[in-house]
């Protein structure tokens, strides 16, 4: 069988790092290049300390794509250069696996129209970690009981946007199942802008940031006399690669643009 040809896009990263490190323990895929503006031609292995890997690093997206054929571009950067990164790929005909958050539900719309026009897969998931998949399905299916939720993420503080890709896609599918409802006092006030946290459709998303955390997630739901809370930690990054690779197996097989891991779990 032939081995699926993986790019990684960010593969200096925190996240790009892990993803490196696991695709060197499956037979069945081959990192071929990481694409990142700085050691241009060096190889990508030598540069993380995990020794030679034959696979080097290439400053720009499209060069990339042009020189190493890769079938999947995985994209762990930022959400400033994702976008364009994988309208690339698609347009290459290269199929993006990206865990990079940032997207509105326009770009989705739109990449999902242009994977279909190119005839190929994608896949864009904001969380890899299936306790943090079944977390959001948990929330999903406990709003139709108790529509009274509050949203609370937690990560480290070197992250770039707020909310978490995890919890706007959290509130979309608390938002899809619950009634609708705007939570709270109606005259409550702030007398410290933001107390209350961001806004979505009727309830909040609070966003905390501090060293030592890694990325973490509570919905609480609260009802007459009692509250639920589901929540899920993610202790380091190595949870979210058994979720990586399946995406790199799955989009092989699909069209179309897939959003949320839910939708290739078995
Ligand atoms: N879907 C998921 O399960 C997860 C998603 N993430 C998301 O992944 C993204 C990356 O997170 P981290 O690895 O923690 O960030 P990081 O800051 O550690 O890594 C980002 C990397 O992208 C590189 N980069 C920046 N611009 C680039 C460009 N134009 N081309 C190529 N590389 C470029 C940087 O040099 C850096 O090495 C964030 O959006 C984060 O929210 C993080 C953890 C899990
Ligand atoms: O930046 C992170 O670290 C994470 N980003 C993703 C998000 O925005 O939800 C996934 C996970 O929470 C870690």
Redesign the pocket.
């Known amino acids: 069988m032939e081995k699926i040809r993986v790019a990684i896009?960010?593969p200096?990263?925190?996240?790009?790092s892990e993803a490196v490190k696991m695709l060197m323990k499956d037979e069945t895929l081959q990192f071929v290049c990481g694409?990142?503006?700085k050691y241009n031609g060096e190889d990508v292995g030598d540069i993380l300390g995990l020794g030679a890997l034959s696979a080097p690093f290439v400053p720009d997206?499209r060069q990339a794509l042009e020189t190493y054929r890769p079938d999947v571009l995985v994209d762990?950067?930022?959400?400033h250069?994702v976008k364009q990164?994988m309208v690339t790929a698609i347009e290459a005909g290269v199929r993006p696996v990206v865990?990079?958050?940032?997207f509105t539900p326009e770009d989705i719309e739109e990449l999902d129209r242009l994977c279909r026009t190119q005839g190929i897969g994608a896949i864009i998931?904001?969380?890899?970690?299936i306790g943090a998949v079944l977390m959001m399905k948990f929330a999903q299916e406990a709003a139709k009981y108790m529509p009274h939720v509050e949203i609370i993420e937690q990560h480290h503080d070197?992250?770039?946007?707020a909310p978490?890709?995890t919890a706007v896609k959290t509130a979309e599918m608390i938002q899809a199942a619950r009634q609708e409802l705007r939570q709270g006092h109606p005259e409550e006030k702030e007398t410290i802008e933001g107390a209350r946290g961001g806004y979505y459709n009727g309830f909040r998303i609070h966003s905390v940031r501090l060293p030592g955390l890694v990325?973490h997630q509570e919905v609480i739901f609260g009802a007459v006399g009692q509250t639920l809370t589901i929540r899920h930690d993610s202790i380091n990054?190595e949870s979210?690669m058994p979720?990586v690779n399946l995406a790199i197996k799955k989009v092989m097989e699909h069209t179309g643009l897939i959003y949320g891991l839910e939708n290739i779990m078995v």
């Open positions: 896009a960010g200096r990263g925190r996240m790009g694409v990142d503006p997206v762990f950067t930022t959400p250069v990164n865990g990079t958050t940032g998931a904001p969380n890899f970690a070197q992250k770039l946007d978490s890709g990325a990054r979210f979720g």
